[in-house]
């Protein structure tokens, strides 16, 4: 099992210390993500039950997204997408504890300064580390906020043809630390780093990637592991995303051992127990 490092995050001059795997619930506030278990839409009483389970169950974090990024999503406006997460966030901070840590979802730069400025988000997480939206790097600098940097190739209708590497890993973490850097040159002082599995990676790679978890740790920063119900594990098991649980369960419970920060699951019950589970075996 490997050693657990710890780290403090800025989450609106709250200084949060980041001492276990945190457990970050999904919130899909869209009609089309790729596991249809999770989808909310924008009806506010399904918002609310989801919330409140989380809650329940012992989520640390809620990440809210409103715009589904599963290879061929049909595209929405900034002016839909933030409505849609307008709406949750409100719900959120309706039903959720007051120190609930909030991060939305989103490549768009002015929609992540709206749901931070407007909505009270704490977290921006980019799927595209600033690739989809030049301004987005910016932007984060100047809300003075943690940023979630992950790796992508192209976009959600292309990822899957990117796939090329000379070593995912070592191709991956060249890729994400050029960014740091530069997020670094900004004056942004909390990055989140997530690998990005299952976006411009085969099933091969992920799992390589999964393997070599400690080499990503070892850039030093936090980082988010998010592989519930990917197609990393219901293509290998020749199941399907609502057949996933078991192997989301399995591969949290890796990610956790390896020393991850952040898992990023639609199951947060069975994340909370993962994390119990691996806590109770000690950390050297």
């Known amino acids: 099992m490997a050693k657990f490092h710890n780290y403090s995050i800025n989450i609106g001059g709250r200084l949060v210390e980041i001492d276990r ?9 869209t009609p089309d ?3 249809s278990g999770s989808r909310c839409g924008v009806d506010e009483e399904v918002i609310r039950h989801r919330v409140r389970q989380m809650v329940a169950e012992g989520a640390d974090m809620i990440d ?5 990024s599963r290879p061929g999503a049909g595209d929405i406006s900034p002016e839909e997408e933030y409505s849609r997460l307008s709406t949750g966030l409100r719900i959120i901070h309706e039903e959720a504890p007051a120190d609930m840590i909030v991060s939305v979802d989103t490549f768009r730069a002015a929609v992540a300064r709206r749901c931070v400025e407007e909505c009270g988000a704490h977290i921006i997480n980019d799927i595209s580390g600033g690739d989809l939206d030049s ?4 932007t984060v600098a100047e809300l003075r ?3 979630i940097l992950m790796h992508m190739r192209g976009t959600p209708a292309t990822m899957n043809t990117l796939t090329q590497y000379e070593c995912v890993t070592a191709d991956v973490i060249k890729e994400l630390q050029a960014k740091a850097f530069h997020l670094r040159q900004l004056g942004v002082n909390d990055i989140i780093i997530d690998p990005g599995f299952g976006f411009s990676k085969t099933v091969e790679q992920n799992y390589e990637m999964m393997r070599d978890l400690g080499e990503f740790l070892a850039m030093d920063y936090p980082v988010l592991v998010g592989i519930s119900r990917k197609s990393m594990i219901y293509r290998l098991l020749g199941t399907s995303p609502e057949e996933a649980l078991n192997g989301t369960t399995v591969l949290n419970t890796i990610a956790a051992l390896s020393g991850a920060h952040i898992l990023r699951v639609h199951d947060v019950k069975e994340a909370v127990e993962a994390v119990k589970i691996v806590g109770a075996l000690g950390r050297d």
């Open 21 to 29: 795997p945190q457990v970050m619930g999904i919130l899909n506030v």
């Open 145 to 147: 906020v943690p940023y």
């Open 33 to 35: 993500s790729f596991y």
């Open 135 to 138: 301004d987005m790097h910016a």
């Open 64 to 68: 809210i997204g409103g715009y589904s």
